[in-house]
């Protein structure tokens, strides 16, 4: 009997609609993918900028039996079938992941009620039948043969003993000499071998956080332990930011204007100014006072970190926990490029043969938003343009309770913060080992994390509560392992050294298989001791690409536990 399909069905797993779920009638020949207003799989057009007008579209080629394609309809950023680019057309299936971009939002395709040859088989198991039996092993009775009573000959017994007493002392001497040679010759080869025999490790507990001082390579781990040991101890944080004026309370824009290019086709240029130190700056100003534009900060991002104490301290990335005070030009689209430079009044800068002086992306490479020094085309007074979490919330491996963050203590030094989450405290921290000196390029290490590549595990859960009796859908997190080692270390620019540094303190790995997401996650040694917290990815026109770690000595000032000076 044939199955009547109803729906289509769509579940949005990343992006703007996260966790929505949206239905379609199955007489319907086809769905438009877009930010077009009549698309039917439809984005935000402000939010969703990496998505086309007319993105593409999937199209039912029969319905008996079920056949479907997609069409990219040469999208700028493409379509991805199951993390493959498609080419034009190709087939899709009931399941399959379709990604809008390479860094786009994600859903799958399916029907309702799918056919019952679309489902996957049951995978049958061969119990095999040829098992040996048990063995039963029999013991035999033997007769015991009482013992003959024993016939005195030769020697007498005081005799014996007398002989025997003697022979003792004479090699009592001989003994002694040789049991102190062979303890003196033990002595000397243990204290050689100390090391390898006994361990060099020297545990500190302090503030309720474990620090080992050193070891040596004795207890070596493999990724798997590593993992299995630490799964409960690396979370996943959840976050979204905003940029706003704190003497007013108002959330800030980056001002936009529309402008024609060469062809005559309009496009939206953003607006730059030059501050008070002669450098480029996006143009900020309150809502109100913007007639395009988009707001200045970050949804539904995440980030990894990793417990450091009982009580519910976890070490991350400041860029994941106070976004921002790190240089951040991500989230400019690239549509508002070239850019216009602009004045105090707003009017736009010509150079001398009277054309518009254009921004590029380099041009405000170094700007961080919370250091931001013009506010409305005026100078910003100090300490009025600051940052703030909407949301920032851990989730455990395994779990799908979202825990709020009650504190975030941002590094001054590097790309580190401490965050405290609203938790009972009986969590099991890491152990962390602060040997900067002794880390070595082709070490071996271990990378724990949440990359937001990594396609997410959903659950669905029935409610018992009465008066809010819907489903709930949610993620629950499961961490990613990648081995590797460490490449490169890089140091920081010093001063009497005469050296610079545009990328220190850092370890530099050969890790690639990481990126957005895993920032915060911990940088395990063979042993399983933190060294370092994963904080970037860089990689070339040709695909190449690297990351890089912080050395925890940074983690371990923000506890207390250590100094860190510039050298």
Request: glycine share 10%; net charge neutral; no cysteine.
């Amino acid at each position: 009997m044939s199955t009547t399909i109803e729906r289509y069905v769509i579940k949005h797993i990343s992006g703007s609609k996260t966790n929505q779920v949206e239905e379609f009638d199955f007489a319907k020949p086809e769905l438009t993918i877009g930010r077009a207003a009549g698309s039917e799989i439809q984005f935000d057009p402000e939010r969703e900028v990496i998505v086309s007008r007319e993105h593409g579209k999937i199209v039912k080629i029969s319905s008996n039996p079920p056949k479907f394609a997609i069409t990219d309809n040469n999208s700028r950023n493409g379509i991805f079938v199951n993390k493959t680019r498609v080419k034009g057309t190709t087939e899709l299936n009931p399941g399959d992941e379709i990604q809008l971009g390479n860094n786009g939002p994600i859903f799958t395709f399916d029907i309702y009620p799918r056919p019952a040859d679309m489902m996957m088989a049951t995978r049958v198991v061969e119990i095999p039948t040829t098992i040996k039996p048990t063995t039963i092993s029999e013991v035999q009775e033997v007769e015991v043969v009482p013992a003959a009573e024993p016939v005195k000959t030769g020697l007498g017994k005081h005799t014996v003993e007398r002989m025997l007493v003697a022979e003792r002392k004479k090699s009592f001497s001989t003994m002694a000499y040789v049991l102190g040679g062979l303890v003196l010759l033990l002595g000397g080869l243990g204290f050689a071998f100390r090391d390898q025999l006994f361990g060099k490790k020297q545990t500190i507990v302090q503030n309720n956080t474990t620090v080992v001082q050193d070891s040596t390579n004795k207890n070596k781990k493999t990724p798997e332990q590593i993992a299995n040991e630490n799964e409960d101890r690396v979370v996943h944080i959840e976050f979204s930011w905003e940029l706003y004026d704190a003497n007013r309370g108002d959330q800030l824009w980056h001002e936009y204007v529309q402008v024609r290019g060469q062809g005559g086709q309009a496009r939206y240029a953003g607006l730059y100014i030059q501050n008070t130190d002669g450098q480029i700056e996006p143009y900020l100003d309150i809502q109100k006072n913007v007639n395009v534009g988009l707001p200045v900060g970050g949804n539904n991002s995440t980030g990894s970190g990793f417990v450091v104490s009982a009580d519910g301290y976890i070490l991350t990335n400041r860029h994941v926990a106070a976004t921002w005070h790190t240089r951040h030009d991500v989230f400019l689209p690239e549509f508002g490029f070239p850019g216009l430079l602009v004045n105090s009044r707003k009017e736009i800068v010509k150079d001398q043969q009277g054309n518009p002086i254009q921004v590029m992306p380099g041009d405000i490479s170094i700007w961080v938003p919370a250091e931001t020094k013009m506010l409305g085309g005026r100078p910003a007074g100090s300490g009025s343009i600051q940052g703030r979490n909407k949301y920032i919330n851990v989730v455990f491996a395994g779990t799908s309770l979202r825990r709020p963050v009650i504190s975030v203590t941002p590094s001054d030094n590097h790309d580190v913060a401490l965050i405290r989450a609203d938790i009972p405290p009986s969590l099991t921290p890491v152990k962390m080992k602060d040997n900067y000196d002794e880390v070595k390029p082709g070490q071996s290490v271990t990378v724990m994390g949440y990359p937001g590549i990594a396609p997410d595990q959903y659950v669905v859960r029935s409610s018992k509560d009465p008066f809010n009796p819907s489903p709930k859908v949610t993620t629950v997190p499961t961490p990613t392992v990648t081995p590797g080692s460490i490449g490169r270390i890089i140091p920081a620019s010093s001063e009497t050294a005469k050296t610079f540094s545009t990328f220190g303190d850092s370890y530099q790995l050969t890790i690639n298989a990481t990126g957005s997401g895993n920032s915060g996650g911990p940088l395990f040694d063979d042993e399983g001791n933190v060294i370092g917290i994963y904080y970037a990815g860089k990689s070339n026109e040709q695909g190449t690409r690297i990351s890089f770690a912080v050395p925890i000595k940074y983690g371990l000032e923000m506890l207390g536990l250590k100094k860190v000076t510039p050298r």
